[in-house]
């Protein structure tokens, strides 16, 4: 956890997400599947419940797009967040720290925007609906990545 920060759970872990956040995949399952290069979550381990990481693609040392679920680049580097402004102090990360912390039960005044920009992702959704077959993996691999990234499981596509 980041130096000072201190939150509260105010939910159960997993339950009562606002009516309009739907994701369909946990951290867990996310980090177990293999998102943003491994990196994202090897610093803040004892903030979260050991389960999260027994079967975690990580790889602490550097980003490594092999460990993606689609072996493929789909994330912008911490510096573009930054710069555009996506970033909240209290979540340095970004937004998967964000959600694991909502996940947990942590409610907080940033709650709207992040529920917000996750839902805007649909838009690539409706890209690889309309673009691939139903069930071809091979197909916009990048975009199929990146909504990973965002807990939509585009496996199920």
Not at 61 to 66: A, L, N, R, S
Not at 100 to 129: E, F, L, P, S
């Amino acid at each position: 956890m980041q130096s000072g920060y201190r939150y509260d759970l105010t939910e159960l872990v997993g339950k009562n997400f606002h009516p309009d956040f739907k994701p369909d995949l946990t951290p867990k399952e996310m980090l177990k599947i293999g998102v943003f290069g491994g990196k994202y979550m090897t610093d803040c381990r004892k903030e979260f419940p050991a389960d999260w990481f027994e079967k975690a693609k990580l790889n602490s040392e550097f980003h490594d797009p092999k460990i993606n679920f689609f072996g493929i680049n789909a994330s912008q580097p911490l510096s573009v967040w930054k710069k555009k402004g996506w970033i909240w102090e209290d979540d340095p990360r970004g937004w998967f720290q964000w959600y694991c912390r909502y996940y947990m039960g942590r409610r907080c005044q940033d709650d709207a925007r992040q529920i917000r920009r996750w839902k805007a992702i649909i838009r690539h959704i409706a890209q690889i609906r309309k673009n691939c077959r139903k069930g071809d993996l091979n197909c916009r691999a990048r975009q199929r990545q990146a909504v990973l990234h965002w807990a939509y499981d585009s496996r199920k596509m």
